[in-house]
């Protein structure tokens, strides 16, 4: 197996005593390695790969990836002033929100990043406000794919994109506006297996551009969705193959469109997903009449994607590797008892003060993170070219508890 971090077991144990646990740990050279990859892989020499920030917006990897120089993906205004006053230019970043308020479109306006509108009634609205201005346009693919119903965004249940049969009506407003399509977009789902679902959402996007005249068209954008192995027995995708239909449907595409357009992809997970992990501590061993709960210190407020969707996440035993192995529930510090990393998993003997990593936690762990139960967030430490930089801190429980009272906007007391 590809052995993809220079983080071994002994610099975990070293981590843990050094800045405490629980705490998230990402491996800066394999973000750059990723996000680099890509380049290789889809040859198509007009691409732009735009990172998904929502992904994780640690502000040590946003640095790391503006000085790869990367483009963004961004679903908030507050993603767009972030990126912005960390040096990403407006011409680098694409804006594709959902279900956005009339507010929200003047206060991006204002930043001049593009917009990638998924509405008829939105277009409509900024059309008006807007005319003669650039805008992107995202469709729905009308491809149902991803790793888990909550992450399939094509296809008829889906709340995002303008239907594809609608574009009559998109040509409609945008002529009447002088809008000046600049791209469109579609993105289908998180954690795509099946490529062929790909190269038809891809198919099916490219129909509109050869059906209806763009004139102002410079790029299409296939969102994001690139799937990683999250559990130790599934194959990686073969991205080099991948990349190589991607980039000759894309390039019989311009041929046949009679120009070269720039392809954009917009990863999340693929980018920064197996940088990540979580370091936890084990305080509590119970039998539950023959069930062995693991209780840690951690919980789905730190780390959310196994309740959510069921995801599974590789857990080691870093303080008893060789262990005999048992079943294990390994469980959080939440009070609900969904609170679960992994139920019934075959770990090596886990005692009590074992240190544990689960893996893969370096996309929408951290940034899906709340203090729910107040407890705060793990501190995040990033390892970049053999050094460390302790990006965020963990707040104390006491600097917590004073956090929310100092947030409060009006202190009553009875
Ligand atoms: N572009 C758009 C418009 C998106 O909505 C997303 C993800 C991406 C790109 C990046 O997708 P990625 O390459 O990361 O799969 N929290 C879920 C994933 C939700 C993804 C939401 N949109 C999870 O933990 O699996």
């Known amino acids: 197996m590809e052995k993809i971090t220079s983080i071994d077991q002994n610099l975990f144990i070293k981590f843990a005593e050094k800045y405490g646990t629980p705490l998230y740990i990402y491996d800066a050279d394999l973000i750059v390695k990723r996000y680099k990859e890509l380049y290789k892989y889809i040859t198509w020499p007009k691409l732009k790969i735009l990172y998904a920030m929502k992904a994780n917006y640690n502000i040590g990897i946003l640095h790391l990836l503006k000085s790869s120089k990367a483009y963004l993906d961004t679903v908030s205004p507050a993603e767009v002033h972030l990126a912005l006053k960390l040096g990403f230019s407006k011409d680098d970043i694409l804006y594709t929100a959902n279900n956005i308020t009339g507010e929200e479109m003047r206060e991006i306006k204002k930043t001049g990043v593009l917009f990638n509108i998924d509405s008829l009634s939105r277009l409509q609205k900024y059309a008006a406000a807007y005319p003669g201005s650039e805008i992107c346009i995202r469709f729905n693919p009308d491809v149902y794919a991803g790793a888990h119903k909550h992450v399939k965004t094509g296809g ?74 999250y559990k130790p027995t599934s194959a990686r995708i073969d991205y080099a193959g991948f990349g190589e239909n991607i980039s000759s449907i894309f390039s019989d595409f311009c041929k046949r469109y009679g120009r070269d357009l720039y392809m ?54 870093i303080s008893n590797p060789n262990g005999e192995l048992k079943i294990y529930d390994v469980c959080g510090n939440i009070c609900e008892t969904g609170d679960c990393f992994a139920e019934q998993r075959e770990l090596p003997e886990i005692r009590e003060g074992d240190k544990l990593i689960i893996k893969n936690a370096g996309a929408y762990c951290y940034s899906m993170g709340s203090i729910y139960n107040l407890r705060s967030m793990p501190s995040e430490l990033l390892i970049a070219g053999g050094k460390e930089f302790l990006i965020t801190k963990r707040l104390s429980n006491e600097e917590l508890a004073e956090s929310i009272i100092s947030s409060a906007n009006e202190v009553i007391t009875f």
Do not use: C, W
């Open 264 to 317: 954009y992809f917009e990863p999340g997970k693929y980018i920064v997903a197996e940088s990540g992990y979580l370091l936890i501590e084990v305080n509590t061993i119970k039998n539950n009449r023959g069930r062995l709960i693991a209780g840690t210190n951690s919980g789905f407020n730190h780390l959310i994607r196994p309740l959510l969707y069921s995801s599974y996440h590789q857990i080691e035993n």
């Open 156 to 229: 008829e249940i889906t709340k995002f994109g303008i239907l594809l049969s609608d574009v009559n009506s998109v040509k409609e407003i945008t002529n009447k506006y002088n809008i000046k399509v600049v791209g469109l977009h579609e993105h289908t789902g998180s954690g795509i297996g099946e490529t062929d679902k790909v190269y038809e959402s891809m198919t099916n996007l490219l129909k509109i551009a050869n059906q209806e005249d763009f004139p102002h068209l410079r790029f299409i954008d296939f969102g994001g969705g690139f799937k990683i192995p």
